[in-house]
């Protein structure tokens, strides 16, 4: 079992990392109550207290399916924690087949999903102002929750809207306007980068490294060009509505309206037939599972992951932004109580040790597969696999490697990879630093030099058996 974070409940795994921190699996020992605690460290920085406060605020302000809630935080001298939701389904890129995409049915019901969440933050102010693949993960019963409200802001208030004129979010996903470091609308601009996941659920493949007129691919995309890819792997009436997202013109784009009253987004889409294995990692939720909580209510742009040492916006307009009726409409589950409420120890165990465990099956990721050699032959043939394919690798401990390299795009790649002994050795990958799709493309190159170790007869765990 893992470290104790708070009495009665436990850290099992490290489900993802940045800049600022971590964030954890916690698990409560008798209820089994599965919660994602964001741990962000304090550095002493006023401004990176006031953007924290901000993030804290914001989250607590949204109560929406498609949305990850935020239970409540705590806080102590070196971090704050924010108690969040679980998505134990991964994320989207996760289920993104480079160069390919996704269903068509799948991509429409994720979008549908992805408008319903935004056009709830938009109706209270709220831009994202980070939305991508990386951002966007899964409950058990496979929908969508949107996530990371760190470079979040509000543009309005009491109905009275600011134009923004930070240029922040991740270089393929940003809109041109955001990237001319102009004064631009808020949602305009959050919608931008919902055309941009789409194209990379239709197509498998994101447009552009960013949307530069210097650049050949988006100047052909400005000059209404659609013969190269991603678009022509496209169908029509879904290359229409992305030449009305996609609009380099932020006042004639649609807006989540007019979205929705596209053809495209209203059609009927049936289910493509699944071959074999599950195409999308789709499965029904298992019962024996980790419970999640009930429902309750200057530059700070990059390639992969936003700095989130560099977000300025003032703590005064977070103060000035958010009202009270917010916050009071945040409540908290039973289950949770005692961890917002006892005191948090100095001392929290280290995560490697977990990774171990059978907590490990919990999230559901494809970038994992059980192997039928021990693990002196894994490790040997992963760092020859490694040598042969231009990536460096680090041996972190004897049973975690991280993997680094830069990818299609020249933008830095950084990847775990754990040997897990769970009824047989499984290697699992899980992306740390970098775009989402081309780590998915670095696994399958690693997976196809493994391929003689690759044991096809049996499914990775995606689902507890604890
Ligand atoms: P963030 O910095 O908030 O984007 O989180 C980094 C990574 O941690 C995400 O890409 C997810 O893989 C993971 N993660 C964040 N929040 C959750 C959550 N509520 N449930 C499960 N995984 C999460």
């Known amino acids: 079992m893992g ?29 089994n109550t599965a919660v994602a605690v964001k741990i962000i460290r304090w550095n002493g920085d006023k401004q990176r207290s006031a953007d924290i406060r901000k993030e804290v605020c914001i989250q607590k302000i949204c109560n929406h399916d498609n949305i990850i809630r935020m239970y409540g935080t705590r806080e102590d001298a070196t971090s704050v924690y924010m108690l969040l939701e679980y998505a134990s389904g991964g ?34 102010g709220i831009a994202h102002r980070d939305l991508k693949p990386e951002n ?31 240029c922040c979010g991740t270089y393929p996903y940003v809109a041109p306007e955001v990237l001319a470091k102009r004064p631009h609308k808020a949602q305009p601009a959050d919608i931008w980068s919902c055309g941009v996941i789409l194209v990379a659920m239709l197509a498998g493949e994101l447009p552009w490294d960013q949307p530069s007129v210097d650049l050949v691919e988006y ?35 649609f807006g989540i309206a007019e979205i929705k009253e596209h053809r495209w987004y209203k059609q009927r889409l049936t289910k493509a037939l699944i071959r074999g294995k599950s195409q999308n990692n789709q499965s029904s939720p298992d019962p024996k599972r ?3 909580l009930p429902e309750s209510g200057e530059s700070v742009i990059s390639y992969s992951q936003p700095d989130m040492t560099s977000r300025s916006d003032s703590r005064e307009e977070m103060n000035h932004n958010i009202s009270s009726d917010h916050l009071a409409s945040f409540s908290q589950p039973i289950d949770i109580d005692n961890m917002l409420l006892s005191q948090i120890p100095c001392t929290q165990g280290s995560s490697s040790q977990l990774s171990q465990t059978k907590m490990q099956r919990l999230v559901k990721r494809m970038t994992r597969f059980y192997v039928t050699a021990d693990r002196d032959q894994a490790v040997d043939d992963l760092i020859r696999a490694c040598i042969q394919l231009g990536y460096n690798q680090k041996k972190i401990n004897a049973y975690t490697f991280s993997i680094t390299t830069t990818d299609r795009r020249n933008s830095y790649l950084a990847f775990r990879v754990s040997l897990l002994d769970i009824d047989g050795l499984l290697l699992d990958f899980r ?14 190159k690693l997976k196809l030099h493994l391929d003689c170790l690759v044991n096809d007869d049996r499914e990775p765990p995606m689902l507890s058996q604890c």
């Open 431 to 444: 992306l740390s630093k970098g775009d989402g799709i081309e780590f998915k493309r670095c696994f399958t």
């Open 91 to 124: 994320e989207l890129f996760d289920r993104i087949e480079p160069d390919v995409g996704m269903d068509p049915f799948n991509a429409q019901r994720l979008f549908r999903q992805l408008m319903d969440a935004v056009s709830y933050l938009f109706d209270r």
């Open 136 to 166: 966007l993960l899964f409950d058990d019963y496979d929908n969508l929750k949107v996530a990371d409200f760190g470079l979040a802001t509000i543009f309005r208030r009491q109905g009275v809207e600011r134009d923004l004129d930070k």
């Open 290 to 292: 980790f419970r999640t």
């Open 3 to 31: 470290s104790a974070f708070i009495e009665g409940w436990n850290f099992v795994e490290v489900l993802g990392e940045g800049a600022y921190g971590e964030v954890k699996l916690a698990v409560n020992d008798v209820t």
């Open 219 to 253: 100047k052909s995309w400005t000059e209404r060009k659609s013969t190269k890819p991603p678009f022509n792997k496209l169908d029509i009436l879904s290359l229409s509505l992305l030449k009305h997202i996609l609009d380099p013109n932020a006042s004639t784009r």
